[in-house]
């Protein structure tokens, strides 16, 4: 599986907190994640993890543009969660792509540790037939 992982700057210690914890099954997938949330998750865990441009660069919208190319199975997005946050029109999209195009997104530590114990029991497998990046489609040519 394809594992887009971003984290707001509030969010960063608790997401590399949650990959040490699922070291384990991330070790399994492929990783990205925007350039900061990279450095921390892959200090903390010695995980590779595909490096994309920082959130300020374009990160966000590098994020949605695999999603909407099938590039992407799951997101694990850890916002901001204050209340003077304000939501950027590059999160809304990336938002709006995974509803667009069924992809499971976790915006909380709840959700994600939901997502990732369904990953593990092959809950998330459909995402392998309709993913032209997947083990099992590219075996097919």
């Known amino acids: 599986m394809e594992i887009a992982i971003i ?3 509030l969010k960063k210690e608790l ?3 949650f990959c040490i914890a699922y070291c384990g099954t991330l070790s399994k997938h492929n990783l990205c994640a925007t350039a ?3 450095s921390y998750i892959s200090e903390a865990t010695g995980l590779h993890i595909d490096r994309l441009m920082s959130g300020e660069y374009g990160g966000e919208e590098q994020v ?3 999603i909407a190319y099938n590039e992407i199975d799951i997101l694990l997005y850890f916002r901001d969660t204050r209340p003077t946050a304000t939501v950027k029109p590059a999160e809304m999209e990336l938002l709006r792509a995974c509803d ?3 992809i499971p997104v976790a915006t909380n530590i709840a959700t994600a ?3 990732i114990t369904a990953l593990e029991r092959g809950d998330l497998d459909w995402r392998n037939f309709i993913n032209p990046h ?3 489609n ?3 040519k």
């Open 7 to 9: 984290a707001h700057d």
């Open 15 to 17: 997401m590399a907190q």
């Open 36 to 38: 900061v949330t990279a």
């Open 64 to 66: 949605a543009s695999r």
């Open 100 to 102: 667009q195009f069924n």
């Open 113 to 115: 540790e939901t997502i």
């Open 134 to 136: 997947s083990e099992y």
């Open 138 to 140: 590219q075996k097919k």
